[in-house]
C-alpha cells in the first residue's frame, strides 16, 4: 500500500486553465512538502506545510494542507507552459529525515 | 556552478558490468541521499548518509552499494549491473540540525541515466 496517493496521475490541459492535484494517505503526518521536477532535471522544493488547515501561496500556486493533516491540495491558477512538470507530494516517515515521495502528478500545459 | 553535480549524466552499459555514479555538493551538508527513479514508481531512496561515518539503507538496496568519501562526496556502485537496473538515478542532500524532521529541504542533483542492457 502506498502511503501517498497522488491524483490525477497525468493531466494535460490548455493554457490559461485552473487546475488542482491531491496528495492523499490513511496517515497524520507533521508536515507534507511539495516538490516540482521539470523534464531532464531534478526535483525542486516548493513548499512545505506544517499545520492542519495551513493555505500557503507561492505566485499562481496555492497548497492547502488538511484539517486533519492526512491529505494535500495544490492548486494551479491560469496555468501556463513554464508549469508543466511532474508534481512531487513528500513525507517525513518518522523523526529522521528520509522523505518518503507520493508517484507524482504529471501536469502537461498546452500552449 | 551547481551545488549538487552528478556524473556521469548518461551511462549505457552492458549485463554484469560494475558501474560507479558520483554525487558531489558544495551546500555544506552534512546529509546525502541517493533515490531511483522509475516510470509509475516515483522516486525511491536506495541508500542514504547523515556523516561521513553513518550510511544506512534506504528501501531498495538490494544489487547497491555505497561509499562516503568525505562530507561532500557519496558514489553510489552497481557491482554486477542488470537490465531491470536501468532507470534515472538522482543524488540529493539536505543540511539536517535542528529543523523538524519533514522540514529538511533535499535538494537533488540533475540525475543520471543509466541503461543497462
Known amino acids: 500500500t502506498q502511503l501517498l496517493e497522488q491524483s490525477p496521475q497525468f493531466l494535460s490541459i490548455q493554457e490559461g486553465e485552473n487546475l488542482t492535484v491531491y496528495c492523499n494517505s490513511s496517515s497524520v503526518f507533521s508536515s507534507l512538502q511539495w516538490y516540482r521536477q521539470e523534464p531532464g532535471e531534478g526535483p525542486v522544493l516548493l513548499v512545505t506545510v506544517v499545520t492542519g488547515g495551513e493555505v500557503k501561496k507561492l505566485k499562481r500556486l496555492t497548497f492547502q494542507f488538511g484539517d486533519a493533516r492526512k491529505d494535500s491540495s495544490l492548486h494551479i491558477t491560469a496555468a501556463q507552459p513554464g508549469d508543466t512538470g511532474l508534481y512531487l507530494c513528500?513525507?517525513?516517515?518518522?523523526?529522521?529525515?528520509?522523505?518518503?515521495f507520493g508517484k507524482g502528478t504529471l501536469l502537461t500545459v498546452n500552449p | 556552478d551547481a551545488d549538487v553535480t552528478q556524473t556521469p549524466r548518461n551511462r549505457i552499459t552492458k549485463t554484469g558490468k560494475r558501474i560507479m555514479l558520483e554525487c558531489s555538493q558544495t551546500k555544506g551538508h552534512d546529509r546525502m541521499y541517493w533515490y531511483r527513479q522509475d516510470p509509475g514508481l516515483g522516486l525511491q531512496l536506495i541508500y542514504y548518509?547523515?556523516?561521513?561515518?553513518?550510511?544506512n539503507k534506504g528501501e531498495i538496496s538490494d544489487g547497491y552499494s555505497v561509499s562516503r568519501q568525505a562530507q561532500a562526496k557519496f558514489s553510489l556502485s552497481l557491482e554486477s549491473a542488470i537490465p531491470n537496473q536501468t532507470a534515472l538515478y538522482f543524488c540529493a542532500t539536505s543540511a539536517g540540525g535542528l529543523a523538524p524532521a519533514g522540514t529538511d529541504t533535499q535538494y537533488f542533483g540533475p540525475g543520471t541515466r543509466l541503461t543497462v542492457l
Open positions: 548518509s547523515f556523516d561521513v561515518k553513518d550510511i
Open positions: 513528500a513525507v517525513s516517515g518518522g523523526s529522521n529525515y528520509k522523505l518518503t
